[in-house]
């Protein structure tokens, strides 16, 4: 049979791609359109279509900015920017990347550590899990001035706060998988450590810690993203100077929309960007097991 | 070669196969029962078993499903605790004689570490005893060569067949040289050309290693193609209906199949199971 044009995996994710884009353009002639018309007739002014399809594709303050004045604009804060302007996108970004590493590597060291001591430890389970589980009940939108002041009182500032906000968001997810991973071991592969008298410590490291680390990985997919997530809450209630939070506080102070959006854009590309790294990681990790993926 | 009428004879029957009565009883089990607790009420799946099994012998339990005798090796290799009677191995408990290291057991899959190669999954029990790399480097060299597995040191487990898994496995076990292997259906899994291929293999290795060697099957021509005394033993509840010790000699090969001998052997073995089976 010969292979039809449908069935060609980038004949999708075109399709998608200009459906998404025509979608926003309909979109932003809506919402854009309604809000030039208001103005016209306010002033009692004549209007046509004509003039308003023509004009809402390039308000300078979009209630929707379309697709290309987001891209213009990303495009001019990324390349036509220098990187250590504070107008640089660039700049931004790594402010950000920065407490999303730092965070998420004190996260997922924190939710390892938790999730060993719950699989080790009865009473530990007992105790802490609740606790676990309640911390991300609270909106971290809530929680995250609290820890800027708190670590701020005892002069922890700048990267640190983020961080541990970050970092309060990302361990969750490593322990629930952790815990899921430490105890997914084969029970044959558990009980022939206990034939051969392996003590606890070398059951983890020759058995537990391998079978745990595709949770771990799908665990560390979601951490990294919500660190990031985390970071850039954190960087909007505490007036940061930088950072793609920053950006988008700025940018809704002063009615920036095209700014808010082409910051939005990057933390999407950015998060994109780190889920695909890990899953490179766990591609690398997984090939020199000798598993083939 | 003779019926038993009640598991105290069984117990003598086992031992007395040598002359000489100086062999020493590797495992000694007595009055020993097992009843699991289910959902649905008790189940006992050992019941007031008897059996002495001296050093050197290589001993098949085989009986119908449900009949115990995973149970019965499971209890003697630690992993599972009697709820009556009594059971010492090496003059110990099966707790002590595992945390002594005494034991190589051998599941029904091959159960390596799917993140080792063969090398390394073999280095498993001698880097918990924490011999030395030069040891281990030594013991693997010579076991995976005496399974014929010397050219697959570096080869991951699934890049093996089930067989050649299969005798990694027993390498792995021989490797820190355990006084008692147990083997739990071993070749369950494998076709009948690679088992009987196998038994002649584990029949060499018992021969050259001089192991005690348990080894639970429910296929009556490996027990009498392997054993010295074979176990048969009936379910509900799980006890030991006949121990018969094998005329044949110890060293057995694929020819010997076909004998008289052999297939006496095996009829024996058969009428003992469908008794049982007609009690049943």
Redesign the interface.
């Known amino acids: 049979m010969k292979e039809s044009i449908f069935d060609k995996k980038w004949f999708a994710i075109v399709v998608f791609i200009i459906a998404i884009t025509a979608l926003w353009y309909a979109a932003a002639l809506w919402m854009n359109g309604n809000q030039l018309v208001k103005t016209y007739e306010r002033k009692n002014q004549e209007w046509t279509y004509s003039t308003i399809i023509a004009e809402a594709y390039q308000v300078k303050r979009p209630m929707l900015p379309p697709p290309h004045q987001v891209f213009a604009q990303w495009y001019k804060t990324v390349f036509d920017t220098k990187v250590t302007s504070k107008r640089s996108l660039v700049y931004h970004t790594m402010v950000t990347l920065q407490s999303t590493m730092l965070g998420f590597v004190l996260g997922t060291v924190l939710g390892v550590a938790i999730a060993i001591g719950i699989v080790h430890n009865r009473t530990m389970e007992m105790s802490f899990m609740p606790w676990v589980i309640a911390s991300q009940t609270i909106p971290i939108l809530a929680i995250a001035p609290i820890i800027v002041v708190v670590l701020g009182a005892i002069n922890l500032t700048g990267v640190v706060p983020k961080a541990i906000i970050s970092m309060y968001l990302s361990f969750f997810p490593v322990t629930i998988g952790m815990v899921k991973g430490l105890r997914s071991s ?1 029970r ?2 558990l ?9 606890n410590s ?1 059951t983890f490291w ?2 537990r810690w ?1 079978s745990a680390q595709p949770f771990l990985f799908a665990s560390l997919k979601v951490a990294i993203a919500a660190a990031l997530v985390g970071a850039i809450v954190a960087e909007l209630p505490t007036g940061a100077q930088g950072g793609l939070g920053s950006r988008l506080l700025s940018g809704s102070y002063y009615g920036q929309t095209v700014q808010i959006w082409a910051a939005l854009f990057m933390a999407a590309l950015l998060g994109l960007s780190l889920v695909t790294v890990v899953s490179l990681f766990e591609k690398i990790l997984l090939r020199r ?4 993926v | 070669m003779y019926a038993v009428e009640n598991s105290t004879v069984a117990e003598e029957s086992v031992s007395p196969q040598s002359p000489s009565s100086n062999k020493r009883v590797m495992i000694d089990v007595k009055d020993l029962s097992l009843v699991f607790q289910t959902n649905d009420g008790p189940v006992n799946a050992l019941s007031d078993i008897n059996l002495k099994i001296g050093e050197g012998d290589f001993v098949s339990f085989i009986g119908p499903s449900g009949c115990g005798k995973t149970t019965l090796l499971r209890v003697i290799a630690d992993l599972e605790k009697q709820t009556a009677g009594s059971i010492s191995v090496n003059g110990t408990t099966p707790e002590d004689a595992r945390l002594n290291r005494l034991y190589g057991y051998v599941f029904q899959a091959a159960a390596l570490l799917p993140w080792r190669t063969i090398k390394k999954n073999c280095a498993v029990p001698l880097e918990i005893s924490g011999h030395s790399q030069a040891h281990q480097n030594k013991q693997i060299d010579k076991y995976l060569r005496m399974v014929g597995l010397q050219d697959f040191h570096e080869k991951y487990p699934w890049q093996l067949s089930g067989g050649m898994q299969q005798r990694a496995s027993i390498a792995r076990a021989l490797c820190i040289e355990p006084d008692l292997l147990l083997m739990d259906e071993p070749f369950g899994a494998l076709d009948e050309i690679t088992r009987d291929h196998m038994n002649v293999e584990l029949l060499k290795i018992w021969d050259e290693t001089k192991k005690t060697v348990v080894f639970v099957t429910h296929s009556i021509s490996e027990a009498v193609m392997l054993s010295t005394h074979i176990v048969v033993m009936s379910p509900r509840p799980g006890r030991i209906t006949k121990v018969i010790e094998s005329p044949l000699p110890r060293m057995k090969d694929l020819a010997l199949r076909d004998t008289e001998a052999f297939h006496a052997l095996a009829a024996e073995i058969r009428a003992a199971l469908a008794e049982e089976h007609a009690i049943d």
């Open positions: 084969d044959m592969h009980e022939l450590m206990q034939t051969y008298n392996a003590s070398q020759m058995l391998y097991r000798g598993v083939s």
